[in-house]
């Protein structure tokens, strides 16, 4: 059997204190409240590590380049303690054949019980011709791995939905994972973005390797903890959206102030994803903060949206001439609608619910 | 031994061990080596091969010239930024854009401070694995590695005693 976090953490040296204190740190990096950090450690104490496959196709290796940058928690420690990291083409000591050959064996000894994790995604067109591994395409070494896993995570805006490769005229055909035609009935979890943000997705295994399932997910197959705000609810620029200050070009006053980058294309209101709250870089920033609209890369399809710098068009906010009174009212009347439509959306969540598979 | 010569004009020598490596791991994208050795090991032909196509050079057609650098990016998540500098640079000398010098120093900050990350990253995580056995770097003794950092730089911040 494998090891377990705990046991892992204890041999490097680590007390059990600062584990405790790892796992309050984590649970609040969930959004789990405290009542959540014995599960947590309980968990770490007692299960062996899951097995993981990290395979890539088509794409730019950002997702893995994003993941190795988690500050809470650290990368170090989910790919030493947490996972047992079997098969990751970008940092495996192994090459070739070696290589090949572990991706069989973690195939073998775990047959349906390892996570599938895909970063990139296959070509379909000349039957798979464009993403060659090993002399195979990657398509087949995909489909079997699929057929032998327990559920899949699929990293980035590739494997959850095509990325650039996929943007119009898609020469490869590149396809995201849940739509290859013919893969296994698994569940999958999409954790877009280009990348994902480094600790939403340390944060993704710790949940899966703490309670054995996948998070709460959106009818899109996201983690609902992560993606279900758009970067324009929680935005540090929001007020002077709607106060209507607004940056008109990239040298004005407006620029120099921090105002809102909307109309220079700002995809902030239309983007699902938590870079406004958990921001980059170890919480440090992210591209609204550094002055650049949001190009809404964890959004299906991104790149046929129009120009970056387009500003979307149907966005309603509040004009600048209307006053408090009026606010209220037009906000009132939408709450009402927003109301009756949320019931309907419950009723169907709630169905889909029953019919969700358990992992 | 036998003599092949490519449609591109190259010349192989074909014979020997031959050698293949795929796929390269620790790099960006995906990659196969073929080698041929001779009896004293020595390397008589060699081909790489990048075994990924994504085609972004017919998806940046017809696109608005402002977003270029974001798909030149994504060509890799390593050295993304430099793909993106060059890619500004490109449609501004097709354009005749003069930029100012300060936004050919905050340019260069840019690129410096890629370089200086993508450092740490190429080294710690993809190179250093050619180098080090990290099974056998566990067993390692740190006091007798902080005793000879303080050999080699006794004022270092961290060569205090392990």
Redesign the interface.
């Known amino acids: 059997m494998t090891e377990t976090f705990y046991h892992v953490m204890r041999r490097q040296g680590i007390t059990r204190r600062s584990f405790l204190k790892f796992c309050s740190l984590t649970a609040s990096a969930l959004g789990l409240g405290p009542a959540m950090v014995p599960r947590i450690a309980e968990a770490m104490e007692t299960k062996p590590r899951i097995p993981v496959l990290w395979l890539?196709g088509?794409?730019?290796?950002?997702?893995?380049?994003?993941f190795?940058r988690s500050a809470h928690p650290l990368a170090k420690d989910v790919v030493l303690s947490m996972i047992s990291l079997d098969y990751d083409?970008?940092?495996?000591?192994?090459?070739?054949h070696q290589?090949?050959a572990i991706v069989e064996e973690t195939i073998e000894r775990y047959d349906g019980n390892f996570i599938l994790a895909v970063e990139g995604n296959p070509?379909l067109n000349q039957e798979g011709m464009?993403?060659?591994?090993?002399?195979r395409p990657?398509l087949d070494q995909l489909h079997h791995a699929a057929n032998h896993c327990k559920a899949i995570i699929s990293w980035g805006s590739c494997a959850s939905w095509g990325?650039?490769?996929a943007?119009?005229?898609?020469?490869?055909r590149?396809t995201p994972v849940h739509k290859v035609p013919g893969i296994a009935d698994k569940p999958i979890i999409k954790v877009p973005g280009?990348?994902p943000i480094a600790e939403v997705m340390t944060a993704v295994i710790t949940y899966i390797l703490t309670f054995e399932k996948f998070p709460e997910l959106d009818r899109q197959g996201r983690p609902k903890m992560f993606y279900s705000q758009r970067i324009h609810d929680k935005c540090y620029r929001r007020p002077h959206f709607d106060a209507g200050q607004f940056v008109e070009s990239w040298d004005d006053e407006s620029a120099r102030k921090g105002y809102c980058l909307y109309k220079m294309g700002c995809k902030g209101p239309t983007t699902y994803n938590a870079c406004s709250t958990v921001r980059w870089n170890g919480g440090l920033s992210f591209p609204i903060q550094a002055g650049h609209p949001c190009?809404g890369c964890s959004e299906d399809g991104f790149?046929d949206k129009g120009?970056?710098?387009?500003h979307v068009t149907d966005t309603h906010q509040f004009g600048v001439e209307a006053n408090a009174d009026k606010v209220g009212v037009a906000a009132a009347g939408i709450v009402g609608a927003a109301a009756a439509a949320h019931a309907a959306v419950t009723a169907i969540k709630t169905a889909q619910k029953r019919g969700d598979r358990e992992q | 031994m036998s003599m092949k010569t490519t449609p591109n004009g190259y010349k192989l020598d074909d014979s020997g061990r031959r050698v293949v490596v795929d796929p390269v791991t620790r790099i960006e994208g995906h990659m196969r080596c073929e080698v041929n050795v001779d009896d004293d090991n020595i390397i008589r032909n060699a081909v790489s091969t990048g075994t990924m196509w994504r085609g972004l050079e017919v998806i940046l057609k017809g696109r608005d010239p402002r977003d270029a650098w974001a798909f030149t990016q994504r060509i890799c998540g390593v050295c993304t930024g430099t793909h993106a500098l060059t890619s500004v640079r490109a449609v501004e000398d097709a354009l005749g854009i003069q930029i100012p010098e300060n936004a050919n120093s905050i340019r260069n900050i840019m690129q410096l401070t890629l370089q200086v990350h993508d450092h740490l990253v190429h080294f710690y995580h993809l190179h250093a694995l050619d180098w080090v056995n990290p099974v056998n770097a566990l067993k390692a003794d740190p006091r007798a590695t902080s005793e000879l950092q303080q050999k080699v730089s006794p004022r270092h911040a961290k060569s205090s005693p392990g």
């Open positions: 890539h088509l794409e730019c290796t950002c997702c893995s380049e994003s190795i083409d970008t940092i495996m000591a192994a090459a070739g290589a090949e070509p464009s993403c060659i591994i090993a002399g990657f990325c650039v490769q943007a119009r005229p898609n020469p490869t590149a280009c990348p190009i790149w120009s970056f710098y387009q």
